[in-house]
C-alpha cells in the first residue's frame, strides 16, 4: 500500500537537507515546493531516513529512470530459450534463483549468468536494448563457440564471434553472449 510521509516527518526531511532539493539543490520556497520521495522505492518504509524532498523536475528525471529500468527487466525475462553454444533449450522450472527455488518463468533470463546442463558452460546473455544504453561484453573470446540463436534456437550457418552483437535473422533479436567458461561439447562425449 503506498503511504506518505507525516507532516512531522516531512518537516524533518526538509530540515536535514537544509530546505533544498536533495538532487539540484535548488531551494524551496513559494513557487518551488518539495515532492517527498522514498529512497529505495518501497512505499510502505516511512522511515524519515528513507525519505527526500526533491522538486518536480529532479523527481520526474528519477521516475522516468526507475521506469526504463523495469521496462527493460521485464524485456529480460523469458528471453534465453536456447544454450547459445550448444543448442540445448532451457525450460525456467530446471533451474533455481539464488536460494534454491525453482525459477517460476518458462525460459531463463537474459543479463544472470546461466550454467547449461548439457555443456556445462557459463555465459550471459546480454540482450540489446537500446533504452539501456551500450553495454560491454566481456569475458573469453572463444571464434565460432557461438552456433545457436538463444532466442529462437536456429543454427547458424557462419560462424558467430563471442562477445560481439549478433543479429537473428529469423527471430530478429539483437544480442551478443559474454562467456565466463566454455567446455566444448561434442556429440562423442
Same mark, same amino acid.
Given at each position: 500500500?503506498? $503511504?506518505?510521509? /507525516?507532516?512531522?516527518?516531512?518537516?524533518? !526531511?526538509?530540515? &536535514?537537507?537544509? +530546505?533544498?532539493?536533495?538532487? =539540484?539543490?535548488t531551494?524551496?520556497?513559494?513557487?518551488i515546493?518539495?515532492?517527498? #520521495?522514498? @529512497?529505495?522505492? #518501497?512505499?510502505? &518504509?516511512?522511515?524519515?531516513?528513507?525519505?527526500?524532498?526533491?522538486? /518536480? &523536475?529532479?523527481?520526474?528525471?528519477?521516475?522516468? *529512470?526507475?521506469?526504463?529500468?523495469?521496462?527493460v527487466?521485464?524485456?529480460? @525475462? #523469458?528471453?534465453?530459450?536456447h544454450?547459445?553454444? =550448444?543448442?540445448?533449450k532451457?525450460?525456467?522450472?530446471? +533451474?533455481?534463483?539464488e536460494?534454491?527455488?525453482?525459477?517460476?518463468?518458462?525460459?531463463?533470463?537474459?543479463?544472470?549468468?546461466?550454467?547449461?546442463?548439457? =555443456?556445462? /558452460?557459463?555465459?550471459?546473455?546480454?540482450?540489446?536494448?537500446?533504452?539501456?544504453? $551500450?553495454?560491454?561484453?566481456?569475458?573469453k573470446?572463444v #571464434?565460432g563457440?557461438?552456433? +545457436?540463436?538463444?532466442?529462437?534456437? !536456429?543454427e547458424?550457418?557462419?560462424?558467430? *564471434? /563471442? &562477445?560481439?552483437?549478433?543479429?537473428?535473422?529469423?527471430?530478429? *533479436?539483437?544480442?551478443?553472449?559474454?562467456? $565466463?567458461?566454455?567446455?566444448? +561439447?561434442s556429440?562423442?562425449?
Amino acid at each position: 500500500m503506498r $503511504k506518505s510521509f /507525516s507532516k512531522f516527518q516531512q518537516t524533518e !526531511i526538509l530540515g &536535514n537537507q537544509d +530546505y533544498k532539493c536533495r538532487g =539540484c539543490k535548488t531551494r524551496f520556497s513559494k513557487n518551488i515546493h518539495p515532492q517527498f #520521495d522514498h @529512497i529505495d522505492g #518501497d512505499h510502505s &518504509n516511512n522511515s524519515v531516513e528513507n525519505g527526500q524532498a526533491i522538486c /518536480s &523536475n529532479c523527481h520526474d528525471a528519477k521516475s522516468r *529512470k526507475e521506469n526504463v529500468k523495469r521496462s527493460v527487466t521485464k524485456k529480460d @525475462i #523469458d528471453f534465453v530459450k536456447h544454450c547459445p553454444l =550448444c543448442g540445448e533449450k532451457f525450460k525456467g522450472k530446471d +533451474y533455481g534463483d539464488e536460494n534454491g527455488n525453482r525459477l517460476t518463468t518458462k525460459h531463463l533470463s537474459a543479463n544472470d549468468f546461466i550454467t547449461c546442463r548439457k =555443456c556445462e /558452460s557459463v555465459f550471459k546473455v546480454i540482450r540489446h536494448d537500446a533504452k539501456a544504453g $551500450k553495454q560491454t561484453i566481456r569475458g573469453k573470446k572463444v #571464434d565460432g563457440a557461438v552456433k +545457436y540463436c538463444a532466442h529462437c534456437g !536456429i543454427e547458424f550457418a557462419e560462424k558467430v *564471434k /563471442s &562477445n560481439a552483437g549478433i543479429k537473428c535473422e529469423e527471430c530478429k *533479436k539483437i544480442w551478443g553472449v559474454w562467456i $565466463k567458461t566454455y567446455k566444448k +561439447y561434442s556429440y562423442w562425449g
